[in-house]
């Protein structure tokens, strides 16, 4: 059904917008998005990956994080026991050429999990998606322990001078900050241990994962500063603000924000001796 209600968004308005904003040619973007917020789009949600892919030109990037749909593994221990016997026996291993992408974060990580080209990374929990010059580069070697700090493609973004570009999404939806969380120094951060099915050599094996809890409890509060500290960063005026078709859209420099970020928590949480 057509939501005549919501405003008519063109791939030419879109464009026109992120220009606007701030994308240019070549950039390496990481994108959040909520579609719904943009408006009735002409073409469907492919449009705003295509359009942002025009922007960004032939040496551009564009990365989403994808994670996995399956989340069962993540929670095993909190399973009756019956449950976790069936995971264990039968939850199918984590393929990045074929596990969908979590579109709880937004319906565009499995539109551009399955774009033409689409590179994907091998950590099924902090798996990255990305299209474009760097895309390869940004995804492969993707550390299972510890899959948000150094040598992910968080850490990557940063090292490819790169941005996050929110179109309509929360700000507390910002993934580059639990890369933040990792570098922060300071004590008592909560770390989870868990195990998950990976597909190697054609068989699935189950692998012991250990990595800071990136579900809102790395530290106290971290419900609440995931959407401080970015309200901080453009109050600060360290961030372009506007609009790409409806949505209210934010372009963030991720070096900035990662030093922003890890200065906040250091501050608050105290360093460690």
């Given at each position: ?13 879109l ?28 073409g ?43 995971y ?94 990792h ?20 068989k ?70």
């Open positions: 059904m057509v939501r005549t209600d919501l405003p008519l968004i063109t791939k030419s308005r464009i026109a917008d992120l220009k606007k904003l701030g994308v240019k040619p070549a950039d390496t973007i990481m994108l959040h998005a909520s579609v719904k917020a943009i408006g009735w789009i002409v469907g949600p492919d449009i705003v990956i295509q359009a942002l892919l025009d922007v960004l030109g032939h040496d551009g990037t564009l990365m989403m994080y994808a994670a996995w749909e399956e989340d069962g593994p993540y929670i095993l221990k909190e399973l009756p026991e019956e449950w976790q016997k069936a264990f026996q039968e939850c199918p291993p984590f393929d990045p050429t074929s596990s969908r992408a979590n579109r709880g974060w937004s319906i565009l990580t499995e539109y551009l999990r399955t774009w033409q080209g689409a590179s994907r990374s091998g950590n099924p929990e902090a798996s990255c998606v990305a299209v474009g010059a760097k895309a390869a580069w940004l995804t492969e070697n993707h550390p299972l322990q510890y899959g948000y700090g150094p040598g992910s493609p968080l850490a990557k973004l940063c090292e490819a001078k790169g941005r996050v570009l929110l179109l309509g999404a929360p700000l507390d939806t910002i993934t580059l900050m639990h890369y933040a969380e570098l922060a120094k300071v004590p008592n951060k909560r770390i989870v241990r868990y195990k998950i099915p990976l597909l190697q050599e054609g699935r094996v189950w692998v012991d994962v250990e990595e800071f809890d990136t579900c809102g409890n790395v530290l106290p509060d971290a419900h609440e500063y995931f959407e401080v500290i970015p309200r901080e960063f453009i109050s600060s005026g360290k961030a372009c603000s506007g609009k790409v078709g409806n949505a209210a859209s934010y372009l963030f420099d991720a070096n900035e924000l990662v030093k922003f970020t890890v200065q906040w928590l250091e501050r608050k949480y105290g360093k460690q001796s």
